[in-house]
């Protein structure tokens, strides 16, 4: 089993910034890729960003330019880097940890609160 621990969530003005960070812990194989998805009311989840072990990078068109996920391999961890913070950026984010070929499973944190509001 694999256990994610996000930390970083919080309430930011519009144009603010904030770190999340989430650390993997147990049975641990290499991953595809890690990276965050995040969820507000009445919508569904939608990706924000991933980075595989070779720090390829993917991520949403909106975020593109304020957003950058990195990630230390030696620590299993992986951080989203949030600037110039946005009201439509307000969501549960939630981290992920997908592993696993041909049938890859995914793993999720507990999700960390964004608030994003004056």
């Known amino acids: 089993q694999v256990q994610l621990m996000e930390s970083g969530g919080g309430l930011v003005q519009p144009g603010g910034s904030l770190r999340l960070s989430c650390a993997a812990s147990?049975?641990?194989?290499?991953?595809?890729?890690m990276g965050w998805y995040r969820q507000s009311p009445g919508k569904e989840r939608e990706l924000v960003a991933t980075?595989?072990?070779?720090?390829?990078?993917n991520y949403a068109d909106s975020v593109k330019g304020r957003f950058t996920v990195s990630s230390d391999n030696a620590k299993n961890t992986v951080y989203l880097q949030m600037n110039s913070l946005k009201p439509e950026d307000t969501a549960v984010y939630f981290c992920?940890?997908?592993?696993?070929?041909?049938?890859?499973?995914?793993?999720w944190g507990q999700g960390t609160q964004v608030t994003v509001s004056s």
């Open positions: 992920n940890y997908n592993v696993g070929r041909p049938f890859p499973r995914d793993y």
């Open positions: 980075i595989t072990t070779t720090y390829t990078t």
């Open positions: 147990g049975t641990l194989f290499s991953p595809n890729f």
